[in-house]
């Protein structure tokens, strides 16, 4: 990471602490791996009323009210960003405490098991992560979500069009955990949630009105696991 | 189904949203997160930031841009001009891009594709590619590069770009529609999505590239000097039965 954005990403959580002093704003922290591209998340976040901070310490990641896995790039080069930190052991530690996780994108990804671009995500969700078998890969632009099961985090969402942006996705064992599906060429998994899991493929920070709402539901969800 | 896209391009120089005709005779048409902001409102689907003028002047790109743009919009944007290579590249993504596209660096270079591939992920990477008569240019369309634009999108897609920004030179500003057999023959020969570029000029020119096989189109002058026309654009593209987001 650049000295410059280190230096920005700093002048994003000064705002959030001016902004967010009442105690009242969710803490959320934001697992950094080095993947770069936070900011949006952050920023996202802030406008839902959270108390972001993007770290690397892995106390901070496993004791705040909600942790989010964001970023782009491949499971593999994550996995061993989070490894580096020990970041992943932080989460698996919430996972097993039914401290909420959100994993957005490669973060959801990450929730899941062998990938196909290689490496190895948390197995904290059965199922491998399987290259995207449609006529356009990668899966890019707007997309209505299915909801294919009553869900918090989804609510008044069901064929609301996000933005996705992807090649892989998770394939899970059970198909329980699925909560929204997406069609292209075929069912991709849009949404999961188990306990205290939850992910979502497509990027609700980049998702307008939709993603927002996402989002503040993703917060009273956190409230309530 | 994915929706098709309608994506505002600010072209940026200085700081400022221009808007020419064939890269030439620039005119100031307004801020550029003033105008992006707008555009969102307006259901713009992504927004593209092409700093025009930082390959001619060798311009390193606005960082300050992408990170207020990073933070202020709810809707992706992608960011090109004056990358002249990875850590270029890089330093935009970091800032917060969602896309960097990369035009001249990654044709005289194409490793840089599979490079930033890697790092951030195929969907991050948009390989831009100016054509005139099917050939690839360069330079705003100064340097004619003899290589067929077709050949030169599928490598740069093996290569790892995750998309296509296909602009036909001579079509660009003339608002006379897009290079359709272009966009066609680069749309079938590649599995990433083709935004057409270049030649915008009424809802029908976006019907046709959408039905060439494009996934996305690029506007510029035609929402510039009237932002509501895009909300417009997408509604008559929805009453012709395209998958549009309202």
Redesign the interface.
Known sequence: MTALTRAAEGHVVEKVRRTAGSGAALRVVIADYGAGNLRSVSSALLRAGCDPVVSVDPTAVREAPLAVIAGVGHVESAARGLARHRLDEAICDRAAAHRPVLGICVGMQLLGEESEEGGCGLGLLAGPVRRLRSRRVPHMGWNALEVRRPSQLLEGLDGADVYFAHSYAIEPTVPEVTVAEVEHDGRIVAAVELAALAGVQFHPERSGPAGARLLANVVRWSRSA | ?????VIPCLDVAGGRVVKGVRFENLRDVGDPIELATRY?ELAA??LVFLDITATLEDRGPT?GLV?RA???????FTVGGGVTGLADAR?L???????VAVNRAAFDDPTMLTALA???????VVCAVDARAGEVVTHAGANPRGRDAVDWAQEAVARGA??ILLTSIDADGTRQGYDLSLTEAVAKAV???VIASGGAGETKHLAEAFAAGA??ALVASIVHERPERLRELKAELREAGWPV?S
């Open positions: 189904m994915v929706k098709k896209r969102s689907d992504e960082l990170e990073a933070e202020e919009l709810s809707i992706p330093a993504l970091r800032a917060g891009a969602d896309k890697d790092e951030f992920g195929s969907q991050a995750g998309e599995e990433a999505p996934e996305a987001r």
